[in-house]
């Protein structure tokens, strides 16, 4: 994992080191510029990040500085070690500079870098137990939906730059099939339910044109789109839609035929296991939950710990249970919200309208109350959009993908419409205030505008601290007075629970050798989600050891800490000033988080 190894590109994390690939042969090796001992901290980081761009292009994409828009960043054995190599080196690189009298901010960003590329080096002997190719995240659709939303075709150079994306993309997957299939010789590799869904996402992204006498693939449609938006020459926009098409059809169509073939073959061996399966799985578990909990909570303490979160909150649920005309206990309560068609709209177009629709008046509607509680407001705009057809059968009920920097490209909150029966409406407005504002959007459009700091913090992820954040962006607007549908408010509380559980399933799964069925049944009589999003769910949580557990704690961090300052300060606690401080750093540790906000609130007293 490189420097830029985890991004948060939507409402989950994506392993770009993991889920992209090019060959190694194409792209630049990084400038190894001399070293002086008088360097500025500050040049010393610019240049770190200039050194991760520059073999990097799909992270420069995202935010918005494309350059070798022709490629793809580098997969495999060779980038693995040059990261490895290059978070050495910056560490011996930074102990050369004068680190006397800093200020409080640069001597963080110290501590915090060296802290990233402790954890790459960390992370190298588990290089080879993540897995580049699920049914919900991968190659086989990372690659479409990068060239799809990312990749933008603004003129004829980058049409021509996103045709020949294309060609390199098949050495890109030729990559990541050499990494898969080393892996399953060592028994790694997805579970059994991955591999249909895997096939299935590949066979809709190669049904059309070019690749059939078919309409238009979802590739060529798009590609498509984007010439006829730029209203080129007629000879032009013909040379450019056939390269395409010739590119499609001869070099991508082939390599995923080269993948499908792979994982059908493969199938047959695949079993249902969580990470303690894997070699040294037990401690490849541990160091996840390390990573993406920033803490050194074991998982019988998260497990333990979501028992007692779940029971809590199903408390908090019975107390609502009037307001909705619902007698008995929980399992009444649950069947209320799962089969009420009060809850759902319809399972037609018209249904998925409305539910976009509800999703912007939500919006809107936190939108013009954020200046109350917020000093620094999001300057980029946020769009919702449903997850597209092609990709809906694999993608989570929603997730964020964020702007880039330069206001070309907005954040995008993606609600998945494939089954309308997943998607209750009673919790929509929580999942708008997660994945939008003041959520994910929030967090990550402040965070690019934190000039002060260094891109690595301004554009970093930390898991436990920007799902921790989206957590407590449901609850917040709970004490600004929304949530005013008892069944919102009941909706408020499921998503709250949801997460709750996952603090017991994943450590069930990788930790306990829960089976998926046994996973399911306890979301299903924990929690009220229909059991099609509680399949999908633990299906996630299987493939990604860890990642949910980030969630609950960080809210339980960011509340701990908001009640701390609130008890110190009294009647000087200023929210907006609290605010200011969790999101004024950028993504940080928890442990880093604690000290900002216990610094600030000894500066007020």
Request: with cysteine; aromatic share 8%.
């Amino acid at each position: 994992m490189s420097l830029w190894g985890a991004k948060m590109i939507s409402g989950t994390v994506i392993w770009i080191a993991m889920g992209c690939a090019g060959p190694p042969d194409v792209v630049a090796e990084p400038p190894v510029a001399e070293v002086a001992q008088e360097e500025p901290l500050s040049a010393f980081f610019e240049r770190a990040h200039a050194e991760a761009l520059a073999t990097d292009p799909v992270w420069a994409a995202y935010l918005g500085v494309p350059h070798d828009q022709t490629q793809w960043t580098p997969f495999g054995d060779a980038r693995e070690a040059e990261d490895l190599a290059n978070a050495e080196r910056w560490l011996a690189e930074l102990a050369t500079l004068d680190l006397s009298d800093l200020d409080a901010q640069d001597a963080l960003s110290v501590r915090l870098f060296r802290r990233e590329q402790e954890q790459t080096i960390a992370a190298y002997p588990w290089r080879r137990h993540g897995l580049p190719l699920t049914h919900i995240s991968g190659t086989h659709t990372w690659v479409a939906s990068f060239l799809m939303t990312v990749h933008r075709i603004d003129d004829a150079a980058s049409a021509a730059a996103w045709v020949e994306r294309v060609r390199n993309a098949g050495p890109l997957i030729d990559q990541v099939l050499h990494r898969v299939q080393e892996q399953a010789a060592q028994g790694i590799r997805p579970p059994a339910y991955s591999h249909p869904q895997i096939l299935h996402a590949i066979d809709n992204l190669t049904t059309g044109a070019p690749f059939d006498d078919g309409p238009a693939s979802p590739l060529l449609a798009h590609f498509d789109r984007g010439l006829a938006a730029l209203a080129l020459p007629a000879d032009a926009a013909v040379e450019l839609h056939q390269g395409a098409s010739d590119a499609l059809r001869d070099v991508l169509g082939p390599a995923y035929g080269r993948l499908a073939a792979h994982v059908e073959a493969d199938a047959p061996q695949a079993k249902v296991q969580g990470a303690w399966a894997l070699p040294d799985g037990g401690a490849y578990y541990a160091h996840r939950l390390k990573v993406v909990t920033t803490t050194d909570r074991t998982a019988d303490e998260i497990h333990e710990l979501g028992l007692s979160e779940v029971a809590r909150i199903q408390d908090e649920m019975r107390a609502l249970m009037p307001a909705l005309g619902v007698k008995g206990d929980l399992p009444q309560l649950f069947a209320h919200l799962r089969n009420s068609e009060a809850y759902f709209e319809s399972e037609d177009e018209a249904g998925r309208a409305a539910y976009l629709n509800l999703a912007r008046s939500y919006i809107a509607g936190m939108e013009a109350v954020l200046p109350e509680v917020f000093a620094h407001l999001p300057e980029a705009t946020l769009e919702v959009r449903r997850v597209e057809a092609w990709r809906e059968n694999s993608a989570g009920k929603g997730f964020y993908q964020s702007p880039s920097t330069d206001g070309a490209r907005p954040g995008i909150f993606y609600a998945n419409l494939a089954k309308m029966a997943n998607m209750p409406t009673y919790q929509l407005e929580a999942l708008v205030y997660h994945e939008g504002v003041p959520g994910h959007h929030m967090q990550n459009a402040v965070s690019q505008r934190l000039d002060d700091l260094p891109p690595f913090r301004r554009f970093g992820h930390i898991t436990a601290y920007g799902e921790g954040w989206g957590l407590y962006s449901e609850y917040l607007p709970k004490e600004l007075g929304f949530y005013s549908d008892p069944a919102s408010d009941v909706g408020r509380l499921a998503m709250e629970l949801w997460r709750a559980a996952r603090l017991v399933v994943d450590t069930g799964l990788h930790d306990r050798k829960w089976t998926r069925d046994q996973a399911i049944a306890y979301l299903m009589t924990e929690t009220p989600n229909p059991k099609g999003d509680a399949v999908k769910a633990i299906e996630r949580y299987m493939v990604w050891p860890g990642q949910a557990t980030a969630y609950k704690i960080g809210m339980i961090e960011i509340l701990r800490l908001r009640e701390g300052a609130k008890e110190a300060l009294g009647e000087r606690f200023d929210l907006r000033a609290f605010h200011g401080v969790v999101l004024g750093s950028g993504p940080v540790p928890l442990e880093v988080l604690d000290e900002q906000v216990q610094a600030w609130v000894a500066d007020q007293r």
